[in-house]
């Protein structure tokens, strides 16, 4: 792709590469997903394509929940690329670890009343860490990577996408990752009502007991 050839790397993660490029006149991003030699190749652009179609659907309906998400300028389905906005702002792990604790609550209220909307929608992000959400300079916080997102409105989805929030902010914020998921939670509970989100909350501590058992049996 000619765009590319003039995009700054930005990111070359396992899954794709992203490409800071300009898009007619704007700042935009390229995220392709590369092809991946140990995957036989029919299956490989099956997967890429899969990937390529679904992350904008996923990103389209999370704006219809009321989430903010980049917006999509083009979808090129045999190169397995996207081009989108361009987010400019910190991610908020980042800010997360710099700033005081109110803002910190603040933010993860906000975190929490967003993951509770595309809950609320029957839509699961797949990969809740605070890597894949922006801060914008409109004051918005943005999702993104909807790679692994899916479609499903079970309480063990919602339990298990809640359940890695917790995890990526007891590793990455490991200081005050406690104070971070509660006010998660509150902002949670607050767009969901209490009584759905105790069966989340029961879900979770399910899961993480799943968790111990499983390592119990590991030692
Ligand atoms: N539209 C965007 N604008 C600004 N930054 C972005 C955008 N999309 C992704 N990023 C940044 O790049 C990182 C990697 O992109 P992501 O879509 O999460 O790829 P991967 O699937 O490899 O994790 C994200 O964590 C985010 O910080
Ligand atoms: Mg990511």
Known sequence: MDTINQG???????????????WYGRKAIVKVREPKRYRPEALDNRIR???????????????????????????NVEEASIVMEYIEGPQIKKLLNTTNREKREI??????????????????????????????????????DFGLGEKNGELEAKGVDLHLLKRSMQSTHYRFWEQCFQNVLKGYTSVLGVKISEKVYEKIKEIEKRGRYVEERRQ
């Not at 700054?8 to 590469?17: M, P, R």
């Not at 390529?52 to 980049?70: D, F, M, N, W």
């Not at 839509?123 to 605070?130: E, F, M, V």
Request: charged share 20%.
């Open 8 to 22: 700054i790397l930005l990111k070359k993660g396992a899954e794709a590469s992203l490409y800071l490029i300009e």
């Open 49 to 75: 394509s899969y990937r390529t179609i679904h992350e904008p659907q996923l990103i389209h309906e999370a704006k219809c929940a009321g989430v903010s998400t980049p917006l999509i300028y083009m979808v």
């Open 107 to 144: 933010l993860c209220n906000e975190i929490g009343k967003s993951v509770a909307r595309l809950h609320n929608y029957g839509l699961i992000h797949g990969d809740l860490t605070t890597s894949n959400m922006i801060k914008s300079f409109q004051d918005k916080i943005v999702f993104v």
